[in-house]
């Protein structure tokens, strides 16, 4: 994602399938407990979310190697994917915690739809 080599199509797929990945709230505790506790590892999840911030936030039409209509689909695959992160992360948390709802999804229903 962070390449400027990268194409549209490339950088879209990724995003997609790191979505498919981060639906499970286990598995986003799993990378983090793994990869960012870790002292010799690389810090995953941090550069996961850090390099979906950076999708959201950068202009990409500086470079001329995209589009507004795909820059802005780049953009809200990203919003979506940190949103998807987020409330994988609140929903692991409520398995634990004596208000949480284990299996309740009304926490969420004011949420976007992430594809």
Known sequence: LE???TQYNQKAA?????????????VIIDIFVNYDCEMHSPNILERIVDSMSKMVQTEHLESNWITA???TMLKELSLQSLVLILS????WMNKFTATGHE?????????PEVL
């Open 103 to 111: 299996d309740s999804e009304e926490d969420f229903s004011d949420l």
């Open 69 to 71: 209509k795909e820059a």
């Open 88 to 91: 994988s992360l609140v929903k």
């Open 3 to 5: 390449s400027t080599n």
């Open 14 to 26: 990724v995003i997609q399938a790191l979505q498919k990945v981060c639906s499970s709230s286990q």
